[in-house]
């Protein structure tokens, strides 16, 4: 893993690969948009795709079509409604 985080999701896609999104960056001050990879046949974590907003206690839900939809969690204005 790349950044260190909490209160982030991860989510087992179609391929195998976990997918580990958003949460709170070391300190406990930035939330983070910023999305990594994880295969487990290698052991390596990749960077991939970004959230438009940093966000912790989100939930994630993997749709029909593959692709990840964030829901709503934290930012450090307050509540999120927005979903990506």
């Known amino acids: ?12 896609l179609t391929s ?5 999104a ?3 960056g070391v ?3 930035i939330r983070l948009n910023s999305a990594e990879l994880y295969d487990p046949s290698t ?3 990749t960077t ?6 940093g966000r ?8 029909i079509n593959g692709k990840v939809l964030a829901i709503g969690g ?3 204005k307050g509540r999120l409604k927005s979903a990506e």
């Open 43 to 45: 052991r390596m974590w």
């Open 48 to 53: 991939t795709g970004h959230m438009n907003y």
């Open 74 to 76: 934290m930012d450090d």
């Open 22 to 24: 958003g949460g709170l």
């Open 1 to 12: 893993m790349y950044y260190a985080r909490e209160w982030h999701t991860a989510s087992v």
């Open 16 to 20: 195998g690969k976990v997918l580990v």
């Open 56 to 63: 912790e206690w989100h939930v994630e839900s993997i749709l």
């Open 27 to 29: 300190g406990g001050v």
